[in-house]
């Protein structure tokens, strides 16, 4: 990242750069910038349509443009200038850039593309982020080749590398989200496993309607999802193939499994399940099936999550009296409670940084979605409302998607996504009411 754009964009966002070493400016590569406060006024961007090399690319180079705008200005930290604004109009992916046009509008950087269809009847999508202050490029041109019918998918990695060279960070444009679809009255609700892309689009249902399904969550290859399925007349936690669609029981029919999650390296599985009275945390190894019990106590334990990597876990208990959060080591073993404020804590997951854990919280009636430290130092909450729970990351760790209900009997869920900042809160597009998000890693 050039100085220039670096420096509008501390500006424009409230942004602390975070030094490593004070040497830091003599270093070669990419800067990284922590993001510590709300936005302020996103960084103004450019964003023409891009080139149709062809006629029949027309639809797919508008389409693209569109989508990378809206991937942008939808993460809060970005500004599409309209295109009515523009003195200049790229009418060429090699033609040279006019700076002079693209700072008398004050943008700050330009993104300028091309759509073209080879041979084999894959779209080819080209692309160039410039700061326009310096009149640079920010880093070398890229390249993306698909099927047309994956036409968003490549406006989202364009979406993703604009973000990633900006801010340092790793996008989280190309991801899917897998959530329970709901339907029916508040009463009788019809629930079905559906999965989408993050922004409410391309969505797909992979289970009937016939039982209940609660608590979907992705493997950390995308492949397969693990929820809690009430086929059987008890809950149990199942296992699906999103390729094929195909799913299967890892739990015992003898007992009630339910809040399953995968572990880093997706080899074993942790959840709760109620022997009698108790309810305890056990781990599943997937490959061997062996089963080992992580908590005994009379408390009721849930929620579990592990830190990234792998060695230590979080999770809910009412052992102290009421809700409240523990980590403990990823083998089982003494927990520690880490959650003292006033009100229940619940649902933790572990950020993919590490960095922080989100949660559940109620208290005096209203419900949050929060984020505290793994030691649970530095607590703030990010949302409230009448009923606000169940928060997933995505993979950056930078945005959190939770379920927000409204009240009274004709309440529904529905989809929401925040920053950490506790800004730029969103509501998420999907047919119908929906809970219980899990967001996918980026997908390859």
Do not use: C
Not at 64 to 73: G, M, P, R, S, T
Not at 359 to 384: C, P, W, Y
């Amino acid at each position: 990242m050039t100085k220039t754009l670096l420096s509008a964009l501390l500006l424009a966002l409230g942004l602390m750069m975070a030094p490593q070493a004070s040497d830091a400016q003599a270093r070669p590569g990419p800067l990284r910038i922590e993001i510590t406060e709300g936005v302020i006024e996103p960084l103004p961007v450019a964003i023409p349509p891009f080139i149709a090399e062809t006629p029949a690319a027309l639809p797919y180079a508008n389409n693209i443009a569109a989508v990378v705008a809206q991937d942008l200005e939808g993460s809060g930290l970005f500004r599409a200038i309209p295109e009515q604004a523009f003195i200049s109009r790229v009418t060429s992916f090699d033609s040279p850039v006019q700076f002079s046009d693209w700072k008398a509008i004050n943008a700050q950087a330009l993104v300028t593309g091309s759509v073209g269809i080879a041979a084999d009847g894959r779209l080819v999508v080209k692309f160039r982020l410039f700061d326009v202050f310096s009149e640079a490029p920010l880093g070398a041109g890229l390249q993306f080749a698909a099927s047309q019918d994956s036409w968003r998918r490549m406006a989202h990695k364009v979406a993703d590398a604009v973000y990633s060279r900006i801010t340092g960070e790793t996008g989280y444009f190309d991801t899917r989200v897998v959530f329970v679809s709901e339907q029916g009255p508040k009463n009788d609700r019809r629930k079905r496993l559906a999965v989408m892309d993050y922004d409410g689009q391309n969505v797909q249902f992979l289970t009937n309607d016939s039982a209940i399904v609660l608590a979907p969550r992705f493997s950390p290859d995308g492949s397969k999802i693990l929820y809690t399925s009430y086929a059987t007349g008890m809950p149990q936690i199942t296992e699906l193939d999103i390729n094929t669609v195909r799913s299967r029981s890892l739990g015992s029919n003898a007992n009630m499994s339910f809040s399953p999650r995968f572990s880093p390296d997706g080899s074993a599985v942790v959840y709760s399940l109620t022997n009698g009275a108790n309810t305890d945390i056990y781990r599943l190894d997937i490959g061997g099936g062996r089963q080992s019990q992580l908590t005994n106590t009379p408390a009721i334990e849930t929620a579990p999550s592990f830190s990234p990597d792998g060695r230590q876990i979080v999770f809910e208990s009412d052992r102290s009296g009421n809700q409240q959060l523990y980590v403990m080591p990823a083998n089982g073993g003494e927990a520690r409670r880490i959650s003292f404020g006033q009100g229940r804590y619940g649902t933790p997951v572990w950020s993919p940084r590490g960095d922080l854990i989100a949660f559940t919280k109620q208290n005096k009636g209203r419900f949050h979605i929060g984020v505290m430290r793994a030691d649970g130092s530095e607590e703030r909450l990010l949302t409230s409302s009448f009923l606000d729970e169940g928060p997933t990351w995505a993979p950056n760790g930078r945005v959190i998607m939770f379920t927000r209900e409204t009240s009274g009997a004709s309440g529904a869920p529905a989809l929401y996504s925040v920053d950490i900042s506790g800004r730029n809160l969103r509501r998420v597009p999907t047919p119908g009411a929906a809970s219980d998000p899990s967001w996918s890693p980026l997908l390859e």
